[in-house]
């Protein structure tokens, strides 16, 4: 028998009291996709605590991560021309949450 187990997350501390809607609400807009330098995305205008940007590749691995403290507001350009030509995951993490937006980068 085969079994398998994950997105396992553990709590220290208060719990989450974002529904499932509401997080996916925070990304409000990420454009263009596909990009080919710059990625512009547009957040909630709300506290997000603890703000943390990476992107991932299909593979699961971190390709960038990028620094919020210098930007303020809820817009923030993202710059990805380092990135090869494919298909990439945003994964934007705050305090109590976390959401994943796809997208794709072509020259």
Do not use: K
Not at 1 to 14: F, P, S, V, Y
Not at 49 to 69: E, Q
Not at 70 to 90: E, I, K, T
């Amino acid at each position: 028998m085969e079994g398998a187990l994950d997105d396992i997350q553990l709590w220290n501390g208060a719990l989450n009291t974002l529904n499932v809607e509401e997080m996916n609400d925070v990304v409000t807009m990420l454009y263009p996709s596909p990009t080919s330098d710059v990625l512009n995305l547009v957040l909630a205008d709300r506290p997000l605590p603890g703000l943390n940007l990476s992107i991932v590749d299909l593979t699961g691995r971190t390709v960038l991560m990028i620094p919020t403290g210098s930007q303020s507001g809820n817009r923030h350009q993202l710059d990805v021309h380092g990135l090869a030509d494919g298909h990439y995951l945003l994964q934007v993490r705050w305090e109590g949450g976390h959401t994943t937006q796809r997208f794709s980068i072509l020259r």
